[in-house]
T-cell receptor, first 112, second 110 residues
């Protein structure tokens, strides 16, 4: 069964450093998302991406964040200058014709 | 502000019993409703989707939707220890992003 994959599973970085989180969505899906979940809190929407552009973004998704689909398979989230409060699980999700979103296993980002 | 509210639990049920989970949402324009299961330290796993008023059954799971009351529920029949997890209610309006509730933690006692 097709699934969303994410790398790395765990990323430790120092405050102020740039990180890139990578995702491979399900191959025939056209909508892609990033969500995050701070430990003990709700899953929060960050950004949606369709037709090679951002279709919607939340207040969290400020100028420090960017997304890209550099080729036909990968979907990346970049955080330019990480802050302590960026520490969270970051989930990539993709959606196909059934309007159901499937989540990847997540990347645990720890900012020290 | 789109709010999705769930009883945080924990909900403790004996093995074989029915677990009943509730969710309310504030945005009357919401179109699609989902239940995800999340094991500790893992990602949300889609278990049910429902779009129309009424009941939808899938194996031991039944989702119920009442748009007039802005209420969606999930019943887990014949609960098993492997059902012990946090269940997330997610709602989508006319856009495509999901708004999640905080989740209800279910513990099934053997």
């Amino acid at each position: 069964e097709p699934e969303v994959t994410q790398t790395p599973s765990h990323q430790v970085t120092q405050m102020g450093q740039e990180v890139i989180l990578r995702c491979v969505p399900i191959s025939n899906h056209l909508y892609f998302y990033w969500y995050r979940q701070i430990l003990g809190q709700k899953v929060e929407f960050l950004v949606s991406f369709y037709n090679n552009e951002i279709s919607e973004k939340s207040e969290i998704f400020d100028d420090q964040f960017s997304v890209e689909r550099p080729d036909g398979s990968n979907f990346t989230l970049k955080i330019r200058s990480t802050k302590l409060e960026d520490s969270a699980m970051y989930f990539c999700a993709s959606m196909g014709s059934k309007n159901e979103q499937y989540f990847g296993p997540g990347t645990r980002l720890t900012v020290t | 502000q789109k709010e999705v509210e769930q009883n945080s639990g924990p909900l403790s049920v004996p093995e074989g019993a029915i677990a009943s989970l509730n969710c309310t949402y504030s945005d009357r324009g919401s179109q699609s409703f989902f239940w995800y299961r999340q094991y500790s330290g893992k990602s949300p796993e889609l278990i049910m989707s429902i779009y129309s008023n009424g009941d939808k059954e899938d194996g031991r799971f039944t989702a119920q939707l009442n748009k007039a009351s802005q209420y969606v529920s999930l019943l887990i029949r014949d609960s098993q220890p492997s059902d012990s997890a946090t269940y997330l209610c997610a709602v989508r309006a006319n856009d495509y992003k999901l708004s999640f509730g905080a989740g209800t933690t279910v513990t099934v006692r053997a």
